[in-house]
């Protein structure tokens, strides 16, 4: 008689190996697929993965079709140019120009929160958005009122940044930061319109 825990060690084992294999196949770019399924949601009916009661059978390929629902879905949003993705972050745009206050709270309302570039392929993802509108955007990034250093928005100093030559030259005047369209950063006054860019 297996245990409950040998159960769900295999159910996980399933869901790891099956997951993968969603991965594999090449679709549309950067998404996965499989070859020969349509867009039905009843991915791959209800084949019975061994070992499994039904009912945690059942449960496996819910999560199976919702994994292949969101990858349908994601393939839209790529598609139609709406999010940048870089590993687990998303990038997008409302292509509204607001001062920064605004600007965060239209991402807070989102559920995300304003784009901040932790390394150079998040920076390239957030250019590729500030080319696209052509727009200067305010990055997730603010001076610390005690020493000045700039600092991610929870409060952590950063530890990438891509400063334009001779910048930050605010001296505490220019408490925000936004992102020139060649990607390289100023620091600058947080009452301007730039482009609200959000990561989710
Ligand atoms: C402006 C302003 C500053 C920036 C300098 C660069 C004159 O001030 O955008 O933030 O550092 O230009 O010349
Ligand atoms: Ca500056």
């Known amino acids: 008689m297996l245990s409950y825990s ?8 399933a869901l790891l190996v099956t997951c993968n294999a969603l991965t594999k196949y090449p679709g549309i770019p950067g998404l996965p697929s ?3 399924l349509s867009g039905r949601d009843d991915l791959q009916g209800q084949t ?3 070992g499994l009661p039904k009912s945690l059978n059942t449960e496996v390929h819910k999560v199976l079709n919702l994994k292949h629902r969101l990858s349908r879905l994601k393939g ?4 139609k140019g709406k999010i940048r993705e870089v590993r687990e972050k998303i990038f997008a745009s409302n292509g509204e120009k607001v001062d920064f206050a605004s600007a965060l709270a239209s991402c807070e309302d989102a559920r995300g929160t ?4 932790m390394n150079e ?3 390239k993802a957030i250019l590729g958005i500030v080319k696209e509108y052509n727009q200067y955007a305010y990055l997730g990034i603010k001076i610390g009122e005690d020493a000045g250093q700039f600092k991610y928005l929870n409060g952590i100093p950063v530890n990438y940044t891509k400063w334009y030559q001779n910048e930050p030259n605010g001296k505490r005047t220019e408490k ?3 992102m020139y369209n060649d990607g390289s950063w100023n ?14």
């Open 48 to 50: 019975h993965l061994s």
């Open 121 to 123: 392929e998040e920076n």
């Open 176 to 178: 925000c930061v936004e």
């Open 76 to 79: 839209v949003l790529v598609l």
């Open 34 to 36: 499989i070859p020969g």
């Open 6 to 13: 040998s159960y769900m060690l295999t159910a996980v084992a």
């Open 187 to 200: 620091d600058k006054k947080c009452n301007l319109r730039r482009l609200t860019i959000c990561e989710f």
């Open 114 to 117: 304003l784009a901040t570039p």
